[in-house]
């Protein structure tokens, strides 16, 4: 029961701060974190990954929202298999999690909030959020446990 916690969470989470951040008066500008490092600023993202397909809005809502129902089909059970182990437990309620933000954002809204962006070479281009972060980690440790557990088989 505590990663369907963590899960809706990130979720609820994400709502209020994507929320409060993509009103018309929160519209002052970038605001720097960590001496520079980190920047928060708003941006709608109507595509997929970095707007890719923005000039059709239905149709990333669309995939995200497939992708989402078979990762929701997949890895919704193993939010309860104790005998998964809790790094798998914990992968699936981050991307589950971050998915479902997502997805409810392009759905409700016809695009996705993104508001971060790491000051650092290459990364300056890029505009993320919460979701974004917590949908890497889940993926990350899916793979990571998934790749671990197939050593222990053979």
């Known amino acids: 029961m505590g990663f369907l916690i963590i899960a809706v969470s990130i979720f609820v989470g994400e709502l209020f701060i994507k929320s409060a951040l993509d009103r018309p ?3 002052s500008g970038p605001k720097e974190l960590f ?5 928060v ?7 997929l990954v970095m707007n890719h397909l923005d000039e ?3 149709l990333p809502a669309w995939i995200s929202g497939i992708i989402f129902m078979i990762s929701l089909i997949f890895y919704f059970p193993t939010l309860f298999r104790k ?8 992968g699936a309620a981050l991307l589950l999690g971050g998915a479902a933000s997502n997805v409810y954002d392009r759905w409700r ?3 996705v909030v993104d508001y971060l962006t790491v000051c650092w070479k290459k990364l300056k281009k890029i505009v993320f959020n919460l979701s974004d972060l917590c949908i890497f980690a889940g993926t990350f440790l899916l793979f990571i446990t998934e790749f671990r557990n197939g ?3 053979k």
Not at 35 to 39: A, D, E, P
Not at 41 to 47: D, E, H, L
Not at 85 to 90: D, I, Q, S, V, Y
């Open 35 to 39: 001496h520079g490092r980190v920047r």
């Open 151 to 153: 050593k222990k088989g």
């Open 41 to 47: 600023q708003t941006a709608r993202n109507y595509g």
């Open 25 to 27: 008066w929160k519209k």
């Open 56 to 58: 059709n809005p239905e």
């Open 83 to 90: 005998k998964v182990g809790k790094a798998r437990r914990l």
């Open 109 to 111: 809204q016809g695009y």
